[in-house]
């Protein structure tokens, strides 16, 4: 990831995310990795949650976010909004298509990396689907990647997912300009995740998470894919 941003000239990161908890459950490693960039060229981190404003979770994500960004405290924004948390129920899509548009009218697109889900979401949830959708259609000229989905199998192999990480890695060289791989070998950063999801989403501590927190493999090893091709193209001819 330090290579992409610096290779860019990014200035602005913003996570797109359903629900608070999201980005401790999913894009941990992400965060992580960015809390350890030394990049003094960063002007904001913003982790947009567009559910669940003015309420507990809220709350409990801006704690999230401010330990697993410890490092990056000063340019660290967190924003909630209003909209439906549901299964079943779809957003307004054009207003939650303004809503980030306004968010977004003061960066400058070629320099803005936008992270959200892929196309199914990690779990298949409606309003981490619209999160994708959202962004795909309305940030053609921003750095736009999506957590990939694992297959059912690897998104429960718990560390396991690192052996095939592995041999994934001799068999398929990946492609800088599409994705972006983070591999966690340390047991010591399973426990600090852990520990974040106890101490700050408490409210969401039921017995069923920590079955999550035991057999998921995102927390071992994830992968961000871009989804604009615009700017693959972009990226290709100005690094000739």
């Known amino acids: 990831m330090d290579q992409y941003i610096k290779k860019n000239d990014i200035n602005y990161i913003s996570f797109i995310i359903g629900?608070?908890?999201?980005?401790?459950?999913?894009?941990?490693?992400?965060?992580?990795?960015?809390?350890?960039?030394?990049?003094?060229?960063?002007?904001?981190?913003?982790?947009?949650?567009?559910t669940n404003k003015d309420t507990i979770r809220h709350h409990e994500l801006i704690k999230s976010c401010e330990q697993l960004l410890s490092n990056h405290l000063n340019i660290l924004k967190v924003s909630a909004y209003d909209y439906k948390d549901s299964m079943t129920e779809s957003w307004n899509e054009d207003d939650v298509s303004l809503t980030l548009k306004n968010i977004m009218n003061h960066v400058i697109p070629s320099r803005s990396l936008i992270i959200t889900f892929d196309k199914y979401g990690i779990s298949n949830h409606i309003n981490h689907r619209t999160c994708y959708q959202l962004c795909k259609d309305n940030f053609k000229d921003s750095h736009v990647f999506a957590l990939k989905t694992p297959s059912f199998a690897l998104k429960y192999s718990s560390f396991f997912i690192l052996l095939f990480t592995y041999f994934s890695s001799i068999l398929y060289p990946s492609n800088e300009f599409n994705e972006i791989k983070f591999n966690n070998y340390s047991i010591r950063q399973w426990l600090h995740v852990v520990s974040v999801m106890c101490n700050c989403h408490k409210s969401q501590m039921v017995w069923y998470r920590w079955l999550w927190w035991i057999f998921n493999s995102l927390v071992w090893s994830c992968k961000l894919i871009n989804i604009n091709e615009t700017n693959i193209k972009h990226i290709k001819l100005k690094q000739k």
Do not use: A, G, T
């Open 19 to 50: 629900h608070p908890d999201d980005e401790i459950m999913f894009f941990n490693q992400v965060l992580l990795s960015l809390n350890n960039l030394n990049k003094q060229e960063l002007l904001q981190i913003h982790v947009i949650c567009l």
